[in-house]
């Protein structure tokens, strides 16, 4: 059985630029959430995607959003970065019945670096 | 809102010490609570979860009771080791329809041979 796996596991953007990070769902998992995890911080809830849609939203402005593609894989697009974007950004996959969320299995992050 | 306080860290102790790492909560209705492990360069691990008031989770030698009249699930370990030296959170989800858990801000442990 594969794990939650996240692409790239590190990247640096300039300020102003758009990033496209990816996660690929533990098999059998049909609902993938993104956290965003500031250096020394806890992880803070982006959004969750639920049978492609969008399923909760946490505190975050509108350049921050994502897809989810009928293989339960997941990406999230951050346009217009900011230096305070820069962050570890872990994708966490579980599996629901009806949204909501189980116990959630979280890859291993990308580090996004802004300039 | 709904939100966990954790005690703050680094905490530092010796090989087969006893531990005890606090949090706190406030939610509305019943809330399920997670403490999470991130080992140094590595995603984030469930380590135990409790679902309901006077629910354990266990694992690993790790325990965690759901207090709810404290509003409370503090982590305890009988006897630590090198291996556990990491980042713990502690988190809640506010019931089964939620879609977002939400993290303290987590206590680092290191443990000295």
Not at chain 1, 46 to 63: A, D, H, W
Not at chain 2, 17 to 28: D, H, K, P
Request: hydrophobic letters at 30%; a neutral charge; proline letters at 4%.
């Amino acid at each position: 059985e594969t794990g939650v796996t996240q692409s790239p596991t590190h990247l640096i953007k300039t300020r102003g630029q758009q990033v496209t990070l990816r996660c690929s769902s533990q098999s059998g998992h049909n609902t993938v959430s993104w956290y965003q995890q500031a250096l020394g911080q806890g992880p803070q809830f982006i959004f969750q995607y639920y049978r492609e849609e969008e399923n909760g939203r946490g505190n975050f402005p509108p350049r921050f959003s994502g897809l989810q593609f009928p293989n339960y894989s997941s990406e999230l697009n951050v346009n217009a970065l900011e230096l305070d974007d820069s962050a570890l950004y872990l994708c966490a996959s579980s599996f629901s019945a009806s949204g909501g969320t189980d116990t959630q299995y979280f890859g291993p992050g990308t580090r996004l670096t802004v300039l | 809102g709904n939100s966990v306080t954790q005690m703050e860290g680094p905490v530092t102790l010796s090989e087969e010490a006893f531990l005890t790492i606090n949090c706190t909560y406030t939610a509305t209705g019943y809330p399920s609570l997670f403490w999470y492990v991130q080992y140094p360069g590595e995603g984030l691990q469930l380590l135990l979860k409790a679902t309901k008031a006077d629910d354990k989770g266990s694992n690993k030698g790790f325990e965690a009771t759901y207090r709810k009249e404290t509003t409370s699930f503090h982590l305890e370990k009988g006897s630590v080791q090198v291996s556990d030296s990491a980042v713990y959170f502690c988190a809640l989800r506010r019931d089964s329809s939620a879609s977002k858990i939400i993290f303290g801000s987590g206590t680092r442990l290191s443990i000295r041979p």
